[in-house]
């Protein structure tokens, strides 16, 4: 069973920065593709970013390209998101999520295990 622990939230100013840890439980996080979702209040569970098992394959929301980064440190059996310019819009909880294929993917369901999830508060 893996296990995907979600941190570094936390209450930020609009323009300012967060750095997402999702630390997995599992000596193989290598064979597991990875992404990123959050959920707004009222709102639906929405994509954000996700990356292939080395990390030379990325992909974005349109709401996250330019200010977002993903990336893996496989070694650590970790994966981060690090999120610049938040806004407002970006509040949510954010949940990491892991696959058991080497490639990522865009929708939720698509995802076998999941992180708990970390609130993000962006104050205008």
């Known amino acids: 069973q893996v296990q995907l622990v979600a941190s570094g939230g936390g209450l930020v100013q609009a323009g300012g920065s967060l750095r997402l840890t999702c630390a997995a439980t599992v000596r193989t996080f290598s064979m597991y593709g990875m992404g990123w979702f959050r959920q707004a209040p009222g709102k639906e569970r929405e994509f954000v970013a996700a990356?292939?098992?080395?990390?030379?394959?990325?992909h974005y929301a349109d709401s996250a390209k330019d200010r977002f980064t993903i990336s893996r440190d496989n070694a650590k059996n970790t994966g981060y998101l690090q999120m610049n310019s938040l806004k407002p819009e970006d509040t949510a909880v954010y949940y990491c999520?892991?696959?058991?294929?080497?490639?990522?993917?865009?929708?939720?369901?698509?995802?076998?295990?999941w992180g708990q999830g970390t609130q993000v508060t962006v104050s205008s």
């Open positions: 999520a892991a696959r058991r294929r080497l490639d990522y993917s865009l929708v939720w369901e698509e995802y076998d295990y």
């Open positions: 990356i292939n098992w080395s990390g030379g394959a990325t």
